[in-house]
Every structure is written in structure tokens, then in C-alpha cells.
């Protein structure tokens, strides 16, 4: 990745997945924004992901080159080698979870993006004696590796995390999640309650919860039902967990949609959950927020705590019990689940990217002594528009 004789700063990504990998989601969507604006800045822009079935090797999505190779594991020494080749200026290492150790090898300064801490999934994605190891290299292995580095985190309960870690709160910035305007829609919410969870269906997302929420209240709200939206490998753990519940005539997982059948789903909603175990902030809180729709979730969950202001966007909850409880509580009283889908439309209102992209591009430019380049004016065929819309 020579740089080209327009000398046009560059700047490379790395981040395990993409918006178009199966388990790509929330992270990746705020990883390509960063992406397709510093392009549109006038930087020369890299991701390096995972390959993957859904997208080629390589190709061009709004001004940013997409190298893909090896897999969700062998990546990461791919990635090594391609940043110990590579002539950038600013390397953004994105850690989630696992650290690509770029700074060992980078020719460049190096900014760290972390959305959360994984102590809690390390354990349930990888079991007890490999979650330890991979808890043990982020909490205590990559702070020492990266001790000189600038971070980057989207929110400030991530900030504090990372404090926790032994991570100079001096050395992060928050640089929180945007919102796209949502599309206008046709739905709206019906006679009969509904629920719904918009997430990749993977084990951490503890969508089971939300299934046992309709178990558990299906006998005093009969016609109460669940939709859930996203792709994702748990899709069958799920469904089968709604038929031991017995609640699966009551549940429909929809799986990947298209972005206007998302929104017309969430338009429909009374509540939207998000039993989740971790969130560097939660997208879909504000998306669904932006369409009057209330939020329960799990206080412990990180971010989720700075993206529902409890009690007026939204409530949240110790444990399962509590959950229920909650969600009960925004079924039953109708005003209360209108007045925080209100506060939740204007709260909502206030999120643009504009806002975080160019604090984040005023990062790059600080961390790696850059001057702004010009600003590109592109065209029909130079990958103006996305290749592709964002994934639940």
C-alpha cells in the first residue's frame, strides 16, 4: 500500500469484521461511517477485515478500499503483516476484545478504538479456561502494549472502563455514536402489544430474555408478541428456546431485513428490548427511540445507560425479574410509554454524525501531525454512494 503520487495522508483500519460479514453489526456500521468520511475528507482510506462469503477479496464502498483476508482469527496475523507493509500515517486499531497489536509493527502512530469491554463475553463465547486467557490479554496484556496511545471510546461509561483497565482517562476521547435520519414509515403501533429486539443473533445479545419475557407474561397479556430483527448464528438456538417457553407461536424471528423493514418493525413496536450483556452505547435505543418507542435494558450493560436516560427514555433493569417487571410497567401504562416515546423522539432529534465524525477526524489529524487535505468532491462511479445498506 505504497502511497501514491498524490501524497494524500492514509489511513488504515483494521477491525475483525464488516458491515457485510454475517455477525457484522452496530460497531462495524460506526467503523465505516469514520471510514467513508475521512474518504470524503480527502484521506486515502484502508479497512483491513475478515474475508467472508458476502463480499469479494477486495472492492471500493464510498472511497474506501476494502481489503478482506483470512478469518475471524487468522486475520489478526494477516493484518500484522499487511500493517508492518504498509506506508500509512495513522493506523486505527479497533479492539474489540482482541487487540490486532498494531503498534508492534506500525510505521505510525497508532489510535485505539473500543466501543466496550468484554469481560463478560470473553467467558460465554470462548468458555471458562480460553475466556480467562482472552480477558487476561485485553485487561492486562494490550493496556501495556498500547501504553502510549491514543484512545478513542463511544461513550463515557467505555471511557471508565478503560480508566479501570489503567488507560490514562487523558488519553481517550469520546466520540459518540451518530444517528442516521430514519426513513418515514407507514406502520404504526397496533391495538395489540408488541415487542421488539433489533440485534445480531449471537450469544451475548442474551436475546433468550427476551423470549422469556413473553413466557413469563403471556398468561396476563394474551395477545402479546415478540418480533426479532437481525442476522446472525443463534437464530435456531432461539427458536427453539421460544418452543420450549411455548411462546413460539407468539415469537418470530425475523432474521436480516431490509433497513425500511426494520423501521416499519420498530415503528409497530409499543417496547423495544435490549436484554443484551454489553453495548458500547446502542444504535438501535436511539433508532428506536426516534420512532416514540420506549427502551428496556440492563443497567449493568455499559453504554446502554448513557443511551436511555432512565425514566424518561426508557427504563432499566438488575436482572430478569426486574426486566419483566419493567416491561410490564411500559405495556400497562399507556401514558407513561407515550410521554417516554415523546422525550425519546426529541432526545433522539439531537443525534447527528456530523458532529462525531469530524471530532474524530480532528483526532487523526492530531495523532498523526497531519495537515487537513482537500476535501473530495466525488462522482457517479467513484463509489459515491454505499454498496450496500447497514446490517442489524
Known amino acids: ?120 463475553q470473553w467467558r460465554s463465547v470462548l468458555g471458562p479456561v480460553l475466556g480467562r486467557i482472552g480477558w487476561w490479554v485485553e485487561s492486562r496484556l494490550a493496556p501495556v502494549v498500547y501504553r502510549t496511545c491514543r484512545y478513542v471510546a463511544v461513550s463515557g461509561v467505555t471511557r471508565r472502563e478503560l480508566a479501570a483497565l489503567g488507560v490514562d482517562p487523558a488519553r481517550t476521547v469520546v466520540v459518540p455514536n451518530g444517528l442516521d435520519p430514519v426513513p418515514p414509515v407507514a406502520a404504526v403501533p397496533g391495538e395489540q402489544p408488541l415487542l421488539v ?23 396476563r397479556w394474551p395477545g402479546l408478541r415478540l418480533e426479532i430483527v437481525g442476522g446472525g448464528p443463534w437464530r435456531e438456538v432461539l427458536e427453539r428456546h421460544a418452543r420450549e417457553r411455548g411462546v413460539a407461536d407468539a415469537v418470530t424471528v425475523h432474521g436480516w431485513t431490509a433497513e425500511q423493514d426494520k423501521h416499519e418493525i420498530l415503528a409497530r413496536a409499543w417496547v423495544h428490548l435490549c436484554p443484551s450483556v454489553k453495548e458500547g452505547w446502542g444504535i438501535v435505543i436511539a433508532e428506536a427511540a426516534a420512532h416514540g418507542v420506549p427502551t428496556v435494558a440492563y443497567r449493568a450493560a455499559g453504554g446502554v445507560a448513557e443511551a436511555i436516560v432512565e425514566g424518561r427514555t426508557g427504563l432499566l433493569a438488575e436482572d430478569l425479574d426486574d426486566f419483566t417487571a419493567h416491561v410490564e410497567t411500559l405495556l400497562r401504562d399507556r401514558e407513561l410509554r407515550l410521554a417516554m416515546g415523546r422525550a425519546g423522539r426529541e432526545r433522539a432529534a439531537g443525534f447527528s454524525w456530523d458532529d462525531s465524525l469530524a471530532a474524530f477526524e480532528r483526532l487523526v489529524r492530531g495523532v498523526g501531525g497531519l495537515t487537513a487535505p482537500r476535501r473530495r468532491v466525488v462522482g457517479a462511479g467513484a463509489g459515491a454512494a454505499r454498496a450496500h445498506e447497514p446490517v442489524q
Open 197 to 219: 429486539a433489533v440485534s445480531r443473533l449471537v450469544p451475548h445479545k442474551r436475546l433468550e430474555h427476551a423470549i422469556d419475557v413473553v413466557a413469563r407474561l403471556r398468561e
Open 1 to 120: 500500500m505504497a502511497r501514491r503520487s498524490d501524497d494524500r495522508p492514509t489511513v488504515l483500519l483494521v477491525n475483525r469484521r464488516d458491515t457485510r460479514h454475517p455477525e457484522g453489526g452496530g460497531s462495524e456500521r460506526y467503523v465505516e461511517r469514520v471510514a467513508e468520511d475521512l474518504a470524503l475528507r480527502g484521506y486515502r482510506v484502508v479497512v483491513l477485515c475478515a474475508a467472508h462469503d458476502r463480499a469479494p477479496a477486495g472492492d471500493w464502498v464510498a472511497g474506501v478500499h476494502f481489503r478482506r483476508m483470512g478469518t475471524g482469527f487468522t486475520v489478526h496475523p494477516l493484518a500484522l503483516l499487511a500493517i508492518a507493509r504498509a506506508r500509512a500515517d495513522v493506523v486505527v486499531d479497533v479492539q474489540n476484545g482482541m487487540p490486532f497489536f498494531s503498534r508492534l509493527v506500525a510505521h505510525c502512530p497508532v489510535l485505539v478504538l473500543v466501543h466496550h469491554v468484554h469481560r463478560e
